[in-house]
């Protein structure tokens, strides 16, 4: 038993075991701290480290008996070390040292690597040991032939992505299309190349089936970011110009910018074709990622849905609509009574429009013009110029201010108030920048409308501008403090100076 023991010693000796143990060790601390996400990890590694282990041992029991072969009982014992040895440089270089050195390389390259490396280490420790390599060679060609033959299409597909990863035509994360599949690459193996859909599927598409048929790579062009052109389709009536629809879409969709969407190049509009009863239009644009396509195709639709609403350009119904309701005055005017029952309804709500008589609210009712927004759309712009406000009829805004580059929110506004106002009393700039939170059912009212209540009234407009005046000075608070007094003596000021104003912009 001693002697066992004493050639199990010598053989672990012999082959540098324990050094192995600590060279093992090393490698796993060194990639549980800085190794990549994804790395091969150590489990092949430590399989041969176990079949050294047993290897030296079944070694030294060869070797304390009588055995023709107890030279050979150590190659296992050395070929387990130095293959060990090369996995485990092989992970420190490509796992480690070019991974921090952000050198990226192809999977099946690693491995190509690492194989030659053992197959020269191989042939290394079999000569050293003496073992005749001139029957394995032998033997090895006739094994080689018949492995061909049985295993064609698996070595098709093993050299279809050797040949994809050499000529560097698909790299992991190209979205690709083959046939009805469409995915973006996760993973290149020798077999075959992993795809991951957005129905979130993993498929598994064979090798020689990449080399054999067409792949797209999508959004791909040499130079240039990468970005895919959409289409995106809707129908108007054909009556309405179409220089006012494409007008209209860009207007909307230049104003504020869309998740996801490229600013370069820009979207586009364009005229298609003319039906029988619809002209059909489609807005091209740049998708910058891949992965978010039918939503930001919707985005773009109720941008463009609302953008046509605003402006009164109907939709194109379907051309096999009939409608059978009678368009006679009555209907109509009953019509016409409705909304303007909204309207006055709308209007009494707003502590702004409080000092107008009934005669002046149903004036100022008839002369507001629809204008719905989609959620997210931008308003108003501030410092921008314009001359009308906005009364809320559904949803809720947003009113911010630019505060050292950055805009600052200052106020929400819901159904039954009004923003816009100093730019319609006035004609100063847009003291703020106004989104839409949700979508937004407004009106506007124009400045030529008001100017005739004031000239009939003049005295309203010390009422409105106390109103005012409070509604500056909140604004003013973002950018510093005022305390009781002072603010009191600012809304006075400010009533004033607006009294004035409102008086010499109106001609009163």
Known sequence: MSELFARIQHEAATALSVWLVVFFVAVAVLQRLFARPGHRGLRVLGGLLGLHVVAVFGA????????????EAGVAARLTFSWSIVLGLGALLFDLLLARLRVRMNRIIEDLVVFGALAVVTVLVLRR??????????TS?????????????????????LTLQLDDSIHVGDWIK????????????WRFTAIETRNWETVLIPNSKL??????????????????????????DFRTPPGDVVDTVLDALRDMPIPNVAAEPPPSCVLLE????????????????????DPTDGDLRTRVFFALKRRGIPLAMPAQAVFVTEDSNKRRERHHAEERTRRLKALRRVELFAPLGDAECERVADALVHAPYARGERITRQGAEADWLYLVGAGRVAV????????????????????????LLTG????????????????RLERDVFRMVLQDRPEVANEIAGQLSERRVRLEEVRGDLDAVARARRVEQEKTALVARMRSFFGL
């Not at 003319?274 to 396509?293: F, H, N, P, Q």
């Open 60 to 71: 030294g029991v060869v070797r304390s008996q009588p055995f023709d072969f107890a030279n």
């Open 129 to 138: 040991t003496g073992v005749d390599l001139t029957g394995i060679v032998a």
């Open 141 to 161: 060609a006739v094994v080689t032939a018949v492995v061909g033959l049985s295993l064609q299409d698996t070595l098709g597909n093993t050299i279809g992505g």
């Open 178 to 189: 083959v046939g009805d599949v469409t995915g973006r690459v996760v993973d290149i193996r």
């Open 211 to 236: 080399a054999k048929n067409d792949v797209v790579v999508l959004g791909q062009r040499q130079g240039q970011p990468r970005q895919l052109r959409r289409w995106v389709y809707f129908h108007v």
């Open 274 to 293: 003319l039906g029988e009863s619809t002209a059909r239009y489609a807005v091209r644009y740049w998708l910058t990622d891949i992965a978010a396509d």
């Open 400 to 423: 911010r201010i630019a505060v050292d580059g950055e805009e600052r929110e200052v106020a929400q506004i819901g159904a039954g108030e009004v923003f816009g106002e100093m730019s």
């Open 428 to 443: 100063e700039p847009r003291a703020a920048s106004v989104y839409a939170l949700s979508d937004l059912d407004c009106w």
